[in-house]
């Protein structure tokens, strides 16, 4: 048994074996009870009070350091709110003012649609002939050139778990004079991570994969502490501001990381966040890492050898994988449903990815072996072709 495994402090369905971890956390089992509390003797009992007897305004920044901890970022470097779309324009919008001279932001195909989004609206808005210059994941290296501003990248794929050197593309960055953003969304609580090593100016990242925040729990961005009070925020937001409460009708940017403060905090979620953070206490990621390549490496072997039909689509070499094994089947979205009805939760992301993700704190080799089988059952005798899983959710 793992030295990282938690799992009788997660509420798990009997009978379910949850490979979606990289998508939503489950619930730890301390949460609903803190998130009662909140609402039961601070929103109740102490009304508009709350925000400063309960400590909510301070919230973010708290909560920023524990996420920290787990990302080798220093105290005072990380923030919480708002959503990760809004921390990567904020992150990217900064970067660009840092290298005012340059009009290319340079990622990848592999990355997150949204930050791709993003960015080609701020492109847009900006309409000073700046460029989003998209290339394959393997060609990033060689297309660091001197006319990049902005190096923005998710460091684990999304769709196959491939993951980029942080380290190695950080420094290519530098070498270009261009400034690094990188997203943890697929790497918070999976991977080891050093912000600080890395030297990166810029990172952002959710946490209710991983991290277990709950279902739109509030985003990190994380600024390099010797930008923290010169990085300009695109989003002047009132609790950005130095001094919210003086209502001045003038925006002028909060101290250090303070400044990437937006809106309100959401202090039920913010909440939820803060209880599961304590899961992570005493946790080592380097052997939560080792335990989940493990999973991963049982996994590939027992479907490789088992069940006809299905592709490796993530590296095969683990050093390169994120915390998720992809597998390609043209039909996949349909065994997946056929899967998730027999108690073995992944997803499946477009065109015909099957992701299955790998977290030790609740998973052991009994579960992989569990969900193998029974995606053996589905492929073998097909039951995937079962009309009900013909159409389509609006999740996927």
């Not at 995606?375 to 009309?387: D, F, I, K, Q, T």
């Amino acid at each position: 048994m793992s030295n990282v495994l938690k799992k009788d402090q997660f509420i798990l369905p009997e009978g379910v074996v949850y490979l979606d971890g990289n998508s939503l956390g489950p619930m730890p089992k301390s949460v609903p009870a803190r998130v009662a509390g909140v609402m039961e003797e601070e929103w109740a009992q102490l009304l508009i009070r709350g925000w400063n007897k309960a400590g909510w305004m301070a919230m973010p920044s708290k909560v920023g350091d524990a996420v920290g901890r787990l990302v080798g970022a220093p105290e005072g470097s990380v923030v919480m709110g708002d959503t990760l779309s809004i921390k990567v324009y904020q992150a990217l919008a900064a970067a660009l003012k840092m290298r005012p001279e340059r009009r290319v932001i340079l990622s990848d195909t592999g990355n997150f649609p949204s930050d791709l989004y993003m960015a080609e609206g701020l492109v847009g808005l900006l309409d000073k002939g700046y460029e989003l210059r998209k290339v394959a994941p393997e060609a990033v290296a060689e297309a660091i050139t001197e006319e990049v501003a902005v190096v923005m990248l998710t460091e684990v794929d999304y769709r196959t778990g491939r993951k980029h050197d942080m380290k190695v593309i950080t420094e290519l960055a530098h070498a270009a004079g261009a400034v690094m953003v990188w997203d943890l969304a697929h790497t918070a609580g999976a991977l080891p991570v050093d912000l600080t090593g890395a030297n990166c100016e810029f990172a952002v990242g959710c946490t209710y994969k991983y991290l277990n925040g709950g279902p739109g729990a509030p985003a990190f961005i994380y600024v390099r502490p010797d930008l923290a009070e010169a990085a300009e925020p695109a989003l002047a937001g009132w609790l950005g501001h130095r001094a919210p409460f003086d209502f001045d009708l003038d925006y002028r940017p909060g101290r250090g990381i303070e400044r990437m403060r937006v809106g309100t905090p959401p202090i039920l979620q913010m909440a939820a966040l803060e209880e599961a953070m304590k899961l992570w206490e005493g946790v080592d990621m380097a052997e939560l890492r080792a335990a989940s390549v493990a999973l991963q490496e049982q996994f590939i072997a027992e479907v490789e050898a088992e069940v006809p039909g299905l592709e490796l689509a993530s590296p095969r070499d683990s050093a390169v994988r994120g915390s998720q094994v992809s597998f390609r089947f043209a039909h996949g979205y349909e065994a997946m449903q056929a899967l998730i009805d027999r108690g073995v939760i992944g997803d499946f992301r477009a065109p015909d990815i099957m992701r299955f993700g790998f977290t030790p704190l609740y998973l052991e080799a009994a579960d992989v072996s569990r969900a193998v089988a029974i995606l053996r059952e589905v492929m073998v005798e097909e039951l995937w072709r079962a009309e009900e899983y013909q159409v389509r959710n609006a999740v996927t």
